[in-house]
């Protein structure tokens, strides 16, 4: 879990995060380099490009909502494991293993 957390989820929304500001980019570039607003607004390129990168940020909303899901998953299993260790170091059985007589 915390493998694929750093090995695949950080790397590709790194990824996605760099596509879009090289679009925004490209953008600003279309926007400032043409005098004439009201024809580049109007320009099939420019809308290409915004909605691509519409539709990058929309999906990488969704992937940072599960990249902190994930998140939250590994601080969740680093806690129980820690909570275990003190327990067992301590002599006892954890809380869930006390009650269904589990070993």
Same mark, same amino acid.
């Given at each position: 879990?915390?493998?694929?957390? $750093?090995?695949?989820?950080?790397?590709? @929304?790194?990824? /996605?995060?760099?596509? @879009?500001?090289?679009?925004?980019? =490209?953008?600003?570039?279309? +926007? $400032? %380099?043409?005098?004439? &607003? &009201? *024809?580049?607004?109007?320009?099939? +390129?420019? =809308?290409?490009?915004?909605?691509? +990168? #519409?539709? /990058?940020?929309?999906?990488? %909303? *969704?992937? $940072?909502?599960?990249?902190? &899901?994930?998140? =939250?998953? #590994? @601080?969740?299993? #680093?806690? &129980?494991?820690?909570?275990?260790?003190?327990?067992?170091?301590?002599?006892? %059985?954890?809380?869930?293993?006390?009650?269904?007589?589990?070993?």
């Amino acid at each position: 879990m915390i493998l694929e957390y $750093y090995q695949e989820s950080m790397p590709a @929304i790194d990824e /996605t995060e760099k596509y @879009i500001n090289l679009r925004l980019g =490209k953008i600003e570039e279309l +926007v $400032y %380099q043409n005098k004439e &607003k &009201k *024809k580049l607004l109007l320009d099939p +390129v420019l =809308k290409i490009s915004l909605d691509a +990168v #519409i539709q /990058t940020a929309q999906n990488n %909303q *969704k992937n $940072y909502a599960a990249i902190a &899901k994930s998140a =939250k998953e #590994i @601080i969740a299993e #680093i806690n &129980k494991e820690e909570n275990n260790y003190i327990l067992s170091r301590r002599g006892l %059985q954890p809380f869930h293993q006390r009650f269904s007589g589990g070993a």
